[in-house]
Nanobody, 122 residues
Framework: EVQLVESGGGMVQPGGSLTLSCLAS????????MAWVRQAPGKGLEWVSA????????RETESVKGRFTISRDNAKNTLYLQMSSLKPEDTAVYYC???????????????WGQGTLVTVSS
């Protein structure tokens, strides 16, 4: 069974940092692109960042560039999202997702984790 389990969410003050983790199982992790998608309260889904199967660097949406960094450890089957300089507008449920393809630009997000809540508030 393919599973994605996120962890690391919580409450943080504006300007603070958090690192989200996603432990993957049930598939060959280093063969697929992965992505983070978020959903703010009362809003739709927003693609945040993605990384190809064996890349060191990924891509981020404009609103988080310079603040968020996606990475992966294929030996540990784990995806990460390092978040810094957090803003109240980053408050959302963050989902770890698996692409259907090795290149995030060529596939679709076929498996989703249960999500982890990040709240940025003073």
């Amino acid at each position: 069974e393919v599973q994605l389990v996120e962890s690391g969410g919580g409450m943080v003050q504006p300007g603070g940092s958090l690192t989200l983790s996603c432990l993957a199982s049930g598939f060959t992790f280093n063969n697929y692109a992965m992505a983070w998608v978020r959903q703010a309260p009362g809003k739709g889904l927003e693609w945040v960042s993605a990384i190809n199967d064996r890349d060191v660097y990924g891509r981020e949406t404009e609103s988080v560039k310079g603040r968020f960094t996606i990475s992966r450890d294929n030996a540990k089957n784990t995806l990460y999202l390092q978040m810094s300089s957090l803003k109240p507008e980053d408050t959302a449920v963050y989902y770890c997702t698996k692409s259907s393809y090795w290149d995030w630009r060529g596939g679709y997000l076929e498996v989703w984790g249960q999500g982890t809540l990040v709240t940025v508030s003073s």
